[in-house]
């Protein structure tokens, strides 16, 4: 009945987003996960073997807003209660934020399973004056509690002690007598024809009366005979509340929590507001808010592209793979190699090593490293949420939320992993139109370093029209796409965590978990498209197709003809193909380099995202997205190139 | 979930920076999932917010939960000044 992929017992780590879980998880398995410092970055569930005891796999559930079900992460997270081997859940609770621990928490007990509470962040409610009384909670919720410093690695070792102390909760409430019946009813339908083998089946039926669509399908693929009584009593209990029912269960336990906070909790009074309140607030100020921004852009701008694309590239590039390495593995290709045709394919101008390896490692590498560190210093320390408030204005523009900047942003660095995380937006809308904008205008972090290295050595102004044309592309394209799909808006409510000071050793771990993941992936890429660009070579494909492509690339792009190759190349990776126009960067002239970049950044994006393209919105919709997005791309080129050579010497 | 008492309650989007207001109710105007995830926030009846801006968006602090909403949702969300203040 279980889908456990392990058959170990499961500990299960469920909370809030943005408590500190995946850093616990890290504390308590010894396995990297991201931080997340946003809702929504944690998309799917993370298993790892827990430290303290083989035995048991340990369990990264997404971030909870709140239970009964609603978003993707939500969902997830109810399929693995419901799924999983469960011997015990760990709640991780935010110690500052006590109340909206305790709403959870009210429901969470209602499941049956043994539980543990871990308060992190016990050092921010500190710091805010917040005191707990720890001992009185746990005898109040008949678990045990304790706080945590997860990032610290403070009450780690207690920690892991509690577990195997877990225990099953008080009930937090007792709902009103007319919510009580409707509970008894489903509960025992439940517990007769189609019980949980680990959950009570008065957890699930709160849940299902409250709308959770998972509970509800997980009783439907248990006994679907059951469902139609389930139905009935559902209908029942939400015509009494006039459509009101989940509003009121929901109101009852936060009013619950409410009463428990306040006899355990006590709240010094500060005089003024700490430091990283104050700095929080400058962030999204009407007026500091955007000169802030604009430092930011300059500042990853100075270490991306300038210290990243210029200083390490050069280093790499020009002293150790053509200053050493490349001469030394040709030689060492010459002579143990007596085929020329492999010798060709090895070291040759399309060569496995001397093109895929070098523009993987001398040209990307370097790049993407710096950009994922820089990303990971702003995702920890809380100001890409306040990214949103500041966005909010622009991107409503376009029919979207501010919500909508976090995947633009996750797209700067991996347009694939951004277009799964558009899942985090609210409506089925919002995920298609910016599906296509990351498509179409959003440059991975591959190729903005790239473009970034080869434009930044023309002139600041080229880096500047570039990103101007970007901005009003994906403007207009956002315009336009939110004119022409049907649906409302959704307008914005999110939480804006603390300002905090990234840890520099998170950072590192995060940025090379990062970078095994991207070098497992763009790798073997690189070396298939390297390959395929051989094999069209040496079957002149290649040339028929450069001479085919010329009208399109010379006279309509005035991109010197040999370009063409490099859009071939960009139909496997968009960076491969911005690398193949960086390698003849010193053959492009200003105009030229900035039309064929602006052309390249629009082109389709890599083969892996438009595979998740397919996932997410189907065949049909992906496709579609190609079909305009690749004529748009040249036509936009062009006019680019008429304008710039009639208005830029 | 509309309010009684218009002359005592006013549109959270109203308030001005600085002050600390009492939540009276979520007008129907609000999306139900909307409301929901306001209750999950921690907004709930007779509970202390503090507002800290008012632009671009509506910052508020509800405990130590610092929020921030669009005018198009703090406008129909229905406040009453604390004792205080009014």
């Given at each position: 009945m279980t889908t456990n992929a392990s058959g170990a017992d499961a500990i299960l780590l469920v909370g809030?987003?943005?408590?500190g879980k995946s850093v616990l998880f890290h504390r308590l398995t010894g396995a990297y996960v991201n931080v997340s410092?946003?809702?929504?970055?944690?998309v799917e569930v993370t298993r790892a073997t827990a430290r303290f005891d083989s035995s048991a796999s340990l369990l990264d559930t997404p971030g909870v807003l709140a239970l009964p079900s609603r978003s993707d992460d939500e969902r997830a997270t109810m399929q693995a209660l419901l799924n999983e081997n469960s011997r015990c859940l760990v709640q991780v609770g935010d110690a500052k934020n006590l109340r909206r621990t305790l709403t959870l928490t009210a429901l969470l007990a209602e499941l049956g399973v043994p539980m543990v509470l871990a308060l992190n962040m016990h050092d921010e409610a500190t710091a805010r004056g917040v005191t707990v009384d720890i001992d009185r909670l746990g005898e109040e919720l008949g678990i045990p509690v304790l706080t945590t410093v997860a990032t610290g690695g403070e009450g780690i070792s207690p920690l892991t002690h509690a577990i195997a102390q877990a225990r099953v909760a008080e009930s937090l409430l007792r709902y009103d007598a007319d919510l009580e019946a409707d509970i008894a009813q489903v509960a025992a339908l439940i517990a007769a024809q189609c019980p949980h083998p680990h959950l009570a089946a008065r957890g699930l039926a709160i849940l299902f009366l409250g709308g959770d669509t998972a509970v509800a399908d997980w009783l439907r693929s248990q006994n679907p005979a059951c469902c139609g009584q389930l139905e009935k009593w559902h209908k029942i209990a939400v015509d009494r509340n006039q459509g009101d029912l989940p509003a009121r269960l929901a109101r009852e336990r936060t009013e619950a929590a409410d009463v428990l906070a306040a006899s355990v909790l006590s709240r010094a009074v500060r005089s003024s507001p700490l430091w990283s309140q104050r700095i929080g607030q400058a962030v999204v100020h009407p007026l500091w808010g955007i000169p802030i921004l604009l430092g930011v852009l300059f500042a990853v701008y100075e270490f991306v592209g300038v210290f990243g694309a210029t200083t390490l590239v050069g280093l790499l590039e020009e002293?150790?793979?053509?200053?050493?390495?490349n001469p030394a593995f040709t030689h060492l290709v010459t002579v143990a190699v007596d085929v020329p045709w492999v010798q060709e394919m090895l070291v040759g101008q399309y060569g496995l090593w001397t093109m895929g390896m070098t523009y993987a490692l001398a040209l990307i590498l370097p790049i993407v490293t710096t950009f994922f560190f820089a990303f990971g210093v702003l995702k920890d320390s809380g100001y890409l949420p306040r990214l949103t408030v500041i966005a909010n204005r622009l991107f409503s523009l376009i029919g979207l939320n501010g919500r909508a900047v976090l995947p633009m942003v996750l797209g700067l660095g991996c347009v694939t992993m951004a277009t799964l995380t558009t899942?985090?937006?609210?409506?089925p809308r919002e995920r298609i139109i910016t599906i296509f904008l990351l498509a179409l205008a959003i440059p991975c972090s591959a190729q903005l370093g790239v473009v970034l290295g080869m434009l930044g050595g023309v002139s600041f102004t080229a880096v500047l029209i570039w990103a101007l044309a970007m901005v009003g592309i994906l403007m207009f394209s956002g315009f336009l796409a939110a004119k022409l799909i049907p649906g409302r808006r959704i307008p914005l409510v999110t939480e804006l965590p603390p300002m905090r000071l990234p840890i520099v050793g998170n950072v590192l771990k995060k940025t090379g978990s990062r970078l095994k993941w991207y070098l497992v992936e763009v790798i073997p890429l690189f070396l298939i498209g390297t390959f395929i660009m051989f094999a069209l070579d040496k079957s002149g494909a290649l040339p028929a197709i450069i001479e085919a492509g010329e009208p399109l690339v010379s006279g309509w792009l005035g991109l010197p003809k040999e370009a063409s190759a490099a859009f071939v190349m960009g139909f496997l990776r968009r960076d491969f193909g911005a690398t193949g126009l960086f390698a003849m960067a010193h053959s492009l002239s200003p105009i030229q380099a900035v039309v064929g970049m602006i052309t390249i950044t629009l082109f389709i994006s890599c083969f892996a995202s438009l595979m998740m393209m397919v996932k997410e919105q189907g065949v049909k919709i992906a496709l579609g997205m190609v079909a305009v997005i690749v004529p748009l791309a040249f036509l936009i080129g062009g006019l680019f190139n008429i304008v710039l050579r009639a208005t830029w010497s | 979930m509309s309010p009684n008492k218009h002359e005592a309650r006013l549109p959270l989007a109203f308030i001005a920076p600085g002050s600390t207001v009492r939540l009276a109710a979520f007008g129907d105007e609000i999306d139900p999932l909307q409301r929901e995830q306001l209750t999950a926030y921690g907004?709930?009846?007779s509970r202390p917010i503090v507002v800290l801006?008012?632009?671009?968006m509506t910052v508020i602090l509800a405990d130590e939960v610092e929020l921030a909403l669009e005018h198009e949702v703090a406008r129909h969300i229905w406040v009453e000044k604390q004792a205080a203040e009014a």
């Open positions: 809030h987003p943005n408590v410092n946003y809702p929504g970055t944690t002293g150790l793979f053509e200053g050493i390495l899942r985090i937006l609210h409506s | 907004l709930a009846a801006q008012q632009r671009p």
